[in-house]
């Protein structure tokens, strides 16, 4: 009993001095002497100038020592910031450096740590001159002059959720390594074994999945270089789209997923594949692979391709040149193997060589159909390319280059097989040429687009489609072409392939039909691409939307010189006319930036007849909703143009000038023949400068200007000349006769009948000749009192119409004889009612007329007016 009491007090005593000597080392550390000494013993355990906010110790479970806030300076060969930043860290000491009378540190643990690594002028790291180097006896191949060992006795260096930011000379760069944890540790003297995680990271730029980057390894002093060392990098789980973002801060719109291994050792490969040791020289391995890349907007398909490229080579520290290195990328159905060599320049020294290369058209669609849209599932590639080339340079210019593939097949739904012919191609001299491919296929579609019994049978050579296509390159001028030529039976194939392909080339429009080609895409190092060339179209019928019928293409073509379009047709039936003519791109189309999204028309069109009957069957209720964003979007702006801009915008592009003549235009019962306007249209107005027209055994000539935008605005200027009065398209017509010229001026606003006929206005001067007013004989009527049938004459008139109110008004209209002069006043509506009086007066010898003072009256509508003889008052102004 009294030794259990004993061994209790010493127990006691025990953790009473434990806790007494916690207290005093807790306060021993915080004074000014201490804490100075402390700084010190960390400044030449880190070879670098360090300091420290606070220190706080413990003695148990073994001595540690805690930091806050510790900051390890920089080499001022190197700048001014700080090396190494963390907010507090965990030191242990190490027991047999204690009892051999020396204060060591064992592990150290930082918290947040924040490292700047920085590359001099002279390409040297801070790095280099931190880590302790190996000893004079080990393995690492020291050369040039030596540096004084170190004092530091770094042994094991962990952290956590820390930071590696880098520095060429005083610029920082966007990159780093977030997440860091690890640790690294001397193994031996001079010898360092690292064992990272990190998360790369980039700066202003959004990323989601960058992976997760392992490294693994050891390495020497850095005396030597970090040689001899060995490293293991191990990259995985990252995305395309943030790799880019790493490399080039921005996102090129490319998916899918990126792994890399990667192999750095300090020496050169020996004869048995070993790595033998060789001042300043590094061998590397590097495998890559990228899989399920797609177009950022498309979903991911089982297809999508993947690539798989290894790199393998050496180069050296000290700038000397790099050895070649081999590398190889393959595919599921293709492969390339090859070397290249990069000096010290690149602009000069750059050099790839592709040894072989082995190219499936099968992966070529594969990469297609992950990079555009609307490709469709059924097709089908069967062909394999290959070759050899090789680049020199910075951009790299091909220098040597030689292809073939002996031909194949590729499958479209809806289309016969595609039959690939033999190519061959390379660079002979300064010229990359690719020898005429023929493409060909057979088969006639289901319907050609012929009323039945107009098909005739045709040989298979003459319904098969024959494609030649060529390319050529001159690299020392710069200027190359792709030429096509051909003849396809059937157009709408073409269109069909195009579509099959993603690439729906007819938006708002199809054709059907012959067409042969002859046309060259041609450019230059000062001149970006033109067509020039020809296709010509024969019994082809194009649908148009908006158009409720086709239009029939008998003989027609499409020309384009230096990319400047124009289409000269020879024969073409369309709005119930057959039409001839030429519409061109103006030359100064093409001269700004604004003109090639504004094209500029100069157009030369001639049609027979005209009736705006068949306009109403072609573009009339079936088609009139939308009309004309359909229409002019299929034209002018492509698929979407149409269906989000508003029908004055789609007006807006349209720019043109040119000639229109009609033979015979009728418009309801306005019949014009001969007719000829000149005219342009741009920026939503249109200016008619001169019109010509034979109308009512006459002729009329005028001007018009029309403004669309913001508010529909007309104004016409029209001259007449012997015109008919009999011919005129109004039900009284049959009961007038004569001659009459002179000019109208009318102004209207607004959209629609309704609209413009309720804000006419205008005002006509007219003179007519040899006048005749049958059914009533106005002085039999004036002398009787009343209406007598018969024929009036008079041997001229003049006056002045008005238009307005939506009627024809005429004020003291003057019908004049030798011996009378007969006044007309009134109006008459457009819906062809009338309320008109007309009075007479003596002149000369019978001034004293008996019966002046008599009005006749007309009223009502004028194919049945009611006629009365009334006495005049006093005479009032016309209205």
């Given at each position: ?312 080579g050496s180069f050296f520290s000290d700038g000397r040149a790099m050895l070649p290195v081999r590398f190889s990328v393959d595919a599921p159905r293709s492969n390339l193997h090859g070397e290249f060599y990069a000096g010290a320049s690149l602009r000069r020294d750059l050099y790839v060589r592709l040894d072989s290369m082995g190219v499936g058209s099968a992966d070529l669609l594969a990469w297609y159909h992950a990079f555009q849209a609307e490709v469709e599932d059924g097709i089908e590639a069967q062909q394999f390319f290959t070759g050899s080339a090789t680049w020199r340079g910075w951009p790299p210019q091909l220098d040597s280059a030689g292809f073939s593939s002996p031909g194949g097949i590729v499958k479209v739904p809806g289309v016969a097989d595609l ?461």
């Amino acid at each position: 009993m009294k030794a259990a009491g004993r061994w209790w007090k010493l127990a006691l005593g025990v953790v009473a001095i434990v806790v007494v000597a916690q207290i005093a080392v807790s306060l021993l550390v915080r004074t000014h002497r201490v804490h100075n000494f402390l700084v010190a013993q960390l400044s030449r355990a880190f070879g670098r100038p360090v300091e420290v906010e606070r220190f706080e110790a413990q003695l148990l479970p073994s001595p540690t020592l805690d930091a806050s806030n510790i900051t390890v300076e920089e080499d001022p060969a190197f700048g001014n910031e700080y090396f190494l930043r963390a907010e507090s860290f965990s030191a242990g000491f190490r027991w047999l450096g204690l009892l051999r009378g020396r204060f060591e540190f064992g592990t150290l643990a930082f918290s947040r740590p924040s490292l700047i690594l920085v590359r001099n002028e002279e390409g040297r790291w801070n790095l280099e001159r931190w880590l302790p180097p190996a000893k004079t006896g080990s393995s690492a191949v020291f050369y040039g002059p030596q540096q004084a060992a170190p004092s530091n006795h770094l042994r094991t260096i962990e952290f956590d959720d820390g930071r590696v930011n880098f520095k060429m000379e005083n610029d920082k760069q966007a990159f780093a390594f977030i997440n860091v944890a690890g640790r690294v540790e001397q193994v031996e003297s001079g010898r360092w074994q690292l064992q990272l995680e990190t998360t790369p990271w980039r700066s202003g730029v959004q990323l989601q999945s960058t992976g997760t980057l392992r490294v693994r390894g050891d390495v020497a002093g850095t005396s030597a270089r970090l040689q001899p060392a060995q490293i293991r990098l191990h990259w995985d789980e990252a995305s395309l789209a943030d790799l880019f973002r790493l490399w080039r801060g921005q996102d090129y719109g490319v998916r899918g997923l990126f792994a890399l291994d990667a192999r750095l050792e300090s020496g050169l490969p020996g004869a048995q594949g070993a790595i033998e040791a060789s001042p300043g020289a590094w061998t590397f391995s590097v495998e890559a692979r990228a899989e399920r890349l797609h177009r950022w907007d498309l979903a991911e398909r089982s297809d999508n391709p993947r690539l798989n490229a290894l790199l393998k080579g050496s180069f050296f520290s000290d700038g000397r040149a790099m050895l070649p290195v081999r590398f190889s990328v393959d595919a599921p159905r293709s492969n390339l193997h090859g070397e290249f060599y990069a000096g010290a320049s690149l602009r000069r020294d750059l050099y790839v060589r592709l040894d072989s290369m082995g190219v499936g058209s099968a992966d070529l669609l594969a990469w297609y159909h992950a990079f555009q849209a609307e490709v469709e599932d059924g097709i089908e590639a069967q062909q394999f390319f290959t070759g050899s080339a090789t680049w020199r340079g910075w951009p790299p210019q091909l220098d040597s280059a030689g292809f073939s593939s002996p031909g194949g097949i590729v499958k479209v739904p809806g289309v016969a097989d595609l039959q690939i012919g033999p190519l061959r191609g390379g660079r002979v001299s300064s010229k990359l040429t690719v020898e005429p491919v023929r493409i060909s296929w057979s088969g006639a579609p289901a319907s050609d687009g012929k009323p039945p019994g107009v098909a005739k049978r045709r040989s298979s050579a003459e319904t098969r489609t024959t494609i030649a296509v060529s390319l050529t390159h001159d690299f020392a001028t710069g200027q190359g072409a792709l030429a096509l030529e051909g003849r396809v039976p059937h157009s709408e194939q073409v269109l069909r392939i195009a579509q099959a392909f993603g690439r729906v080339l007819n938006h708002g429009w199809d054709m059907t039909g012959e067409a042969d080609a002859a046309l060259e895409w041609s450019w230059s190092a000062r001149q970006r691409g033109r067509w020039n060339g020809k296709l010509n179209f024969s019994h082809a019928r194009l649908e148009v939307a908006g158009l409720n019928q086709p239009l029939l293409l008998e003989d027609a073509a499409l020309s384009y010189k230096d990319g400047l379009r124009t289409a000269e047709i020879s024969k073409a039936q369309g709005f119930g006319a057959n039409w001839s003519g030429q519409i061109a791109e103006r030359q100064d189309a093409a001269l700004t930036p604004a003109s090639i999204a504004l094209p500029q028309w100069q157009f030369r069109l001639q049609a027979d007849r005209l009736d705006a009957a068949d306009l109403d069957r072609w573009i009339g209720p079936r088609a009139r909703p939308g009309w004309l964003q359909r229409l002019l979007g299929s034209l002018l702006g492509g698929p979407s143009s149409a269906s989000n801009v508003t029908a004055s915008e789609l007006l807006r592009r349209v720019t043109a000038d040119g000639q229109l003549r009609i033979n015979d235009l009728t418009i309801e019962k306005l019949h014009l023949s001969q007719v000829s306007a000149e005219g342009s249209l741009r920026e939503l107005n249109l200016d008619v400068r001169q019109a010509e027209a034979q109308w009512s055994g006459g002729v009329v000539q005028g001007s018009a200007k029309a403004q669309f935008a913001p508010k529909a605005a007309y104004d016409v200027s029209v001259d007449l000349d012997h015109v008919n009065l009999a011919q005129l398209p109004a039900p009284f017509a049959a009961r007038l006769g004569g001659l009459a010229s002179g000019k109208l001026l009318v102004t209207a606003t607004g959209v629609g009948r309704d609209e413009l006929l309720g804000s006419l206005a205008g005002r006509a001067d007219v003179r007519l000749k040899n006048v005749e007013l049958r059914g009533w004989d106005l002085p039999a009527s004036m002398a009787d009192g009343t209406a007598r049938a018969g024929t009036t004459r008079w041997p001229e008139g003049q006056g002045v119409l008005f238009l307005r109110d939506r009627s024809v008004v005429l004020s003291d209209f003057r019908l004049e004889d030798p011996a009378e002069l007969t006044l007309l006043n009134g109006r008459i509506t457009f819906g062809q009612d009338a309320d008109l009086s007309m009075e007479t007066a003596a002149v000369g010898k019978r001034a004293a007329n008996p019966f002046a003072g008599r009005v006749l009256k007309i009223l009502g509508p004028l194919d049945g007016p009611r006629v009365s003889v009334e006495n005049a008052g006093a005479r009032q102004p016309a209205d």
